[in-house]
C-alpha cells in the first residue's frame, strides 16, 4: 500500500511538473510573440548583420531562435515607410564585407524608404568599402570619429589547393566542358589559367563601376571624380569628411540625439522591430504567392542546415516536394523561386528543374536572384517565366565539371595499404587511388559533354535562344547579373520585390495590392530541427575561426571536395571571395 502511495505521487509530481513547464512555455511564447509596444517618435536603429541569409532558421517553438534575414531587413525597412510610429531611421552597414546581390537589395530598400519623405541616415562604425556603398543610399552619412575611411576600390581572390594536394600525396585528376568552367582550377592550378585572369577581371571591373555608380549618384558627384576619390583612399577620418564623402563625425548617442532631440521615444532596436506583424500595418496581407527558397548547393536526397557563417545544402528532394507543394495548392496565385546558389550536383539540379517546368505550366513563374544563381543554380532558373537579377549578383556558369582525387601518393606517405577486387572492365573507375585510366577518363569526358549539351538546350528552351548563342555566353563564364542582362540570360535587374510585382502581374493581381508571401519548404519536423541544425550550430561554435571571410572562403573550398571528387558530373560554381 505504501508503495502504491508512493508510485502515486510520483506520477503526480510528474504530471504537476509537465503542467507547469507547458504553462511557462505557452506563457513566454504569448509575451515573445506577441508584437511589441512601438512608441511613437521611435527611432529606428536598423543594425544590419554580417553574412545575412535568405532563410529564417528552423525552430519549431516560434520564439526560441531568431535570426535576421535579406527580407527581414527589407521588411523592416518597408514597415517602416508606412509606420506613423518610426520618425527616422538609422542603417548601420555590416563592417565584414559580403557579396554584391544581399547588399544591394537593402540598398534597393532603402531608396524606397525615401519616398516616405521621413529621415534616412547612414552610421558608419567602421568605413569598408562596401558598407559606405550602401550608406550613400541616404541621405546622410555619419561616421565613427576614430574610423577610417577604407574605399580603395574592388579586388577578388581565389584559393588554388593544387601545391597543398602535391604536398600530402593527392592528384586532382579533373574533367570540364567549357573553357572558362574554372571550378577545377582550384585542385588542379596554383595560380590563375589566362582565361580563369580574363574571367575574374570582367567581374572585378564590373563590381568596381557598380561602386563608382553608387557613390556618384548617392553623393552628388561625377563618375570621373569618384574614380579620382577612390585612388587616393584609404582615408582618416578628418579627410572623409573634407572631401564630401561623409557628413559629419559622431557617437552614437550623439546622432540619436539629433534624430531625437527632446527624447520622445528614443531608439528602437531592429531585433524588437523584426516582431512588428507587418499585417498589422497593412502589409503582407491579400493574395498568396509562394516564395521557394533555393539557397546553398545543390545535392541529392533532403535538404541539410550547413554551420553558422557556411552554406546550406539544397536537397533535390526536400525541394521537388516544395515546388509539388506550391504547385497544387489552389490557394497560391503565382511562384517566386528566391535563389542563392552556386550550383551543385547536375543531375539533383535537372530534378528541381523538371518540377519547375511542370509548376511553370499551371502557374505564373518568377525567378529572383540573390548574391549567387549560378551554374546548378542558373540551370534551375532556366523554365522562369522571367528572370530578375541584382546587378551584382554572380550568376551564369554554365558549364560542367566532374573528376576524383587519385590519393596513391598519400597512402604511401601514411604507410597505408590499398588493395581490392574488381569484375567488371571499368569497375575501379572511381579507385581512390589511381587516375582514369584513357578509357575511364573517354567515358567519363562523355557525361560530362553529354550534360553540358543538355545544359544548353535547358538554357535555350528557357530563354528562347537558341543552341549556339547559349554557348557563346555559356563555356562556364561567370557574369554579373548586369552583364547578364545584356547577354539575354536575365530580363530585368531588382530584387525580390521586383520580383513579386512581375508575379502579380502575370496572375492578373494589381501591382497596388498588398500580397501574402508564403515560405517553401516549410518548417522542419522537432527531429529534424535536432539532428540536423542543432547539431551543426553546436559545431559551429567550435569553430569560432569561420568568422573571417578567408577562412570561411577555404573551408567552402575543402568543402565543395567533397562533392568534386564523388565522380559525379557537377554544375558548380568556382569559389570566389571578392574584397572590399
Not at 535563389?339 to 499551371?362: C, F, H, K, V, Y
Not at 525580390?496 to 510585382?501: D, G, K, P
Amino acid at each position: 500500500m505504501a508503495t502504491a502511495r508512493g508510485v502515486r505521487f510520483i506520477l503526480l509530481f510528474m504530471i504537476a511538473a509537465v503542467i507547469v513547464s507547458m504553462t511557462g512555455v505557452a506563457i513566454s511564447y504569448f509575451l515573445l510573440t506577441r508584437g511589441p509596444a512601438v512608441e511613437s517618435g521611435s527611432v529606428l536603429w536598423l543594425r544590419v548583420p554580417s553574412n545575412l541569409g535568405e532563410q529564417a532558421p528552423d525552430d519549431v517553438f516560434g520564439f526560441l531562435e531568431q535570426r535576421a534575414t535579406v527580407g527581414s531587413v527589407v521588411s523592416a525597412l518597408r514597415m517602416a515607410k508606412v509606420d506613423d510610429r518610426v520618425s527616422a531611421v538609422v542603417v548601420v552597414p555590416p563592417v565584414v564585407p559580403g557579396l554584391w546581390g544581399g547588399v544591394q537589395e537593402i540598398r534597393d530598400a532603402v531608396v524606397d524608404f525615401k519616398e516616405s519623405g521621413k529621415p534616412i541616415v547612414a552610421h558608419l562604425e567602421f568605413g569598408m568599402g562596401q558598407a559606405y556603398y550602401l550608406a550613400t543610399a541616404c541621405d546622410e552619412i555619419f561616421m565613427s570619429p576614430t574610423s577610417p575611411l577604407m574605399l580603395v576600390g574592388v579586388a577578388s581572390y581565389e584559393f588554388f589547393f593544387r601545391d597543398t594536394l602535391d604536398k600530402v600525396g593527392i592528384e586532382a585528376d579533373m574533367l570540364a566542358a567549357g573553357d572558362y568552367k574554372t571550378a577545377i582550377n582550384t585542385y588542379t592550378e596554383s595560380a590563375f589559367t589566362p582565361e580563369h585572369r580574363e574571367a575574374t577581371e570582367a567581374l572585378s571591373r564590373d563590381f568596381y563601376e557598380q561602386l563608382v555608380d553608387g557613390i556618384a549618384e548617392g553623393r552628388g558627384m561625377t563618375r570621373a571624380r569618384v574614380r579620382e576619390v577612390i585612388d587616393q583612399g584609404p582615408f582618416v577620418a578628418g579627410d572623409a569628411v573634407s572631401l564630401g564623402l561623409v557628413d559629419d563625425l559622431v557617437y552614437e548617442d550623439e546622432l540619436l540625439d539629433r534624430l531625437s532631440p527632446d527624447d520622445v521615444a528614443g531608439r528602437l532596436d531592429f531585433a524588437t522591430y523584426d516582431r512588428v506583424e507587418p499585417q498589422s500595418l497593412g502589409l503582407g496581407t491579400g493574395p498568396r504567392i509562394a516564395v521557394v527558397y533555393v539557397e546553398g548547393a545543390i545535392n541529392f536526397g533532403s535538404s541539410t542546415p550547413g554551420l553558422p557563417g557556411s552554406a546550406r545544402m539544397v536537397g533535390s528532394g526536400t525541394m521537388s516536394e516544395a515546388i509539388r507543394d506550391a504547385r497544387n495548392d489552389p490557394s497560391i496565385e503565382a511562384i517566386v523561386l528566391r535563389i542563392d546558389s552556386p550550383g551543385g550536383a547536375a543531375t539533383a539540379a535537372d530534378i528541381i528543374w523538371r518540377e519547375l517546368s511542370l509548376a511553370r505550366e499551371q502557374k505564373p513563374l518568377v525567378v529572383s536572384m540573390g548574391d549567387v544563381a549560378a551554374s546548378g543554380g542558373y540551370y534551375i532558373a532556366a523554365p522562369a517565366h522571367a528572370i530578375v537579377a541584382q546587378p551584382g549578383t554572380l550568376t551564369g556558369s554554365i558549364g560542367v565539371f566532374s573528376g576524383k582525387f587519385a590519393a596513391a601518393g598519400a597512402f604511401d606517405k601514411l604507410g597505408v595499404g590499398v588493395d581490392g577486387v574488381t569484375f567488371g572492365a571499368q569497375a575501379d573507375i572511381l579507385s581512390p587511388v589511381d587516375r582514369f585510366s584513357d578509357a575511364a577518363r573517354a567515358a567519363m569526358q562523355a557525361q560530362v559533354d553529354d550534360i553540358y549539351e543538355r545544359f544548353l538546350q535547358v538554357v535555350a528552351e528557357g530563354r528562347a535562344m537558341s543552341r549556339d548563342e547559349v554557348h557563346a555566353v555559356a563555356q562556364g563564364r561567370v557574369w554579373t547579373g548586369r552583364q547578364a542582362l545584356v547577354r539575354g540570360l536575365v530580363d530585368e535587374l531588382g530584387g525580390l520585390r521586383r520580383a513579386v510585382l512581375l508575379a502579380q502581374e502575370q496572375a492578373g493581381i494589381g501591382a497596388e495590392e498588398e500580397v501574402s508571401l508564403v515560405p517553401y519548404p516549410g518548417p522542419r519536423s522537432f527531429f529534424e530541427v535536432l539532428t540536423g541544425a542543432a547539431a551543426a550550430s553546436a559545431m559551429g561554435r567550435e569553430i569560432g575561426w569561420l568568422g573571417s571571410p578567408p577562412a570561411r572562403a577555404a573551408y567552402e573550398g575543402w568543402r565543395q571536395m567533397g562533392l568534386a571528387g564523388q565522380g559525379v558530373p557537377l554544375a558548380l560554381m568556382p569559389g570566389v571571395t571578392v574584397g572590399r
